[in-house]
C-alpha cells in the first residue's frame, strides 16, 4: 500500500460510507473496532482481506496499515481502544463474532460521544469490553493474500470471476504449474487448502452481491456453487442465516 496515513489515535465515532466508499490505506497506535451496522465492509492490509456482515466486526491490532471499503450503504462504527486494552489478546487482524448485545453495546457507545467520559459512558465501554471478551474469533472469514507470484496469478484469475469451476489441475496448465504444486503452495504460502480458499471467495464475492440485492439463486451461479442449496448451506454454516435472510444494503 501507497501514500499511508498515520492517525496516532483510533477515532471512536460513527460514519456513513455510500456504496463503494472506502478509507483509503491508514494505521493508528491504538488497536480499533470496526463495526457495519448496515450493509457489509471489507478491511485490506497486506496480507489478505475480511469482511463483515451485520453479525461480524474487525478487530484491527494498532499499527496495522488497512483501508476500508463500503458495500451497499454502511453504516460505520468506530471504537478505538488503547494497546493497553486488548480483550482477546489478538494480534492480527481478526473477524469477531457481534451477538445483539455486542451489536447495541457498539451503536451506542460510537453514538455517545457527545457525552464525554463520564460514569454512564465508562460503564458503558466496561460492559463493552465484557461482551468482546466474550465474543468468538471467525478467522475462515479471512481472505489471505499469497506471496508467492504463481498463486498471485491462480487467485488473480479466480478474483476475477469467483464463478470459475475448473479444478486446481485446470488452473494450473494456464500458470504454468503443476495441480500438486499449487497444492503444497497453497498449505505452506496461505495455510490452508485450494479448496478452502476458494470457498473463502467465493463467501466473500456472495456477501457483496447479496448486498446489492441479487437473487439467491443468481448468487449461486456466479459466484460457482453447483447448486443453490449446495449455496445456502454453506452460507448457513458459515453466518449461522441463509442467504435469504440476509439484508440488503
Do not use: K
Not at 478505538?80 to 492480527?92: K, M, Q, R
Not at 478467522?139 to 507470484?149: K, M, S
Not at 449461486?220 to 435472510?245: D, K, L
Amino acid at each position: 500500500m501507497t501514500n499511508i496515513r498515520h492517525d496516532p489515535v483510533a477515532p471512536t465515532r460513527t460514519r456513513r460510507l455510500a456504496p463503494g466508499g472506502s478509507i483509503d490505506a491508514h494505521r493508528h497506535d491504538d488497536h480499533q473496532i470496526v463495526y457495519a451496522g448496515r450493509g457489509v465492509l471489507t478491511v485490506t492490509t497486506d496480507a489478505g482481506s475480511w469482511v463483515a456482515p451485520g453479525t461480524r466486526a474487525i478487530w484491527v491490532p494498532a499499527g496495522v496499515v488497512h483501508a476500508h471499503r463500503a458495500y451497499g450503504e454502511l453504516d460505520l462504527h468506530l471504537v478505538g481502544l488503547p494497546v493497553t486494552e486488548n480483550p482477546l489478546g489478538l494480534d492480527a487482524p481478526t473477524v469477531l463474532a457481534v451477538s445483539p448485545l455486542l451489536r447495541e453495546l457498539l451503536i451506542a457507545y460510537t453514538r455517545a460521544e457527545a457525552d464525554g467520559e463520564g460514569p454512564e459512558r465508562r460503564r458503558l465501554r466496561a460492559v463493552l469490553l465484557d461482551q468482546l471478551r466474550a465474543s468468538d474469533a471467525q478467522q475462515p472469514l479471512h481472505l489471505p493474500t499469497p506471496a508467492t507470484p504463481l498463486l498471485r496469478a491462480l487467485c488473480a484469475i479466480l478474483q476475477a470471476d469467483p464463478g470459475d469451476r475448473r479444478t486446481l489441475a485446470e488452473l494450473g496448465r494456464q500458470v504454468g504449474a503443476s495441480g500438486r504444486t499449487l497444492s503444497r503452495l497453497f498449505r505452506s504460502d496461505l495455510g490452508m487448502t485450494f479448496p478452502q480458499w476458494r470457498t473463502q471467495l467465493r463467501l466473500h464475492h456472495a456477501l457483496i452481491l447479496l448486498t446489492g440485492r441479487t437473487p439467491v439463486t443468481a448468487v449461486a451461479h456466479r459466484c460457482g456453487w453447483s447448486s443453490t442449496s449446495a449455496f445456502i448451506e454453506v452460507f448457513r454454516r458459515t453466518f449461522g442465516h441463509t442467504p435469504g435472510s440476509h439484508p440488503a444494503g
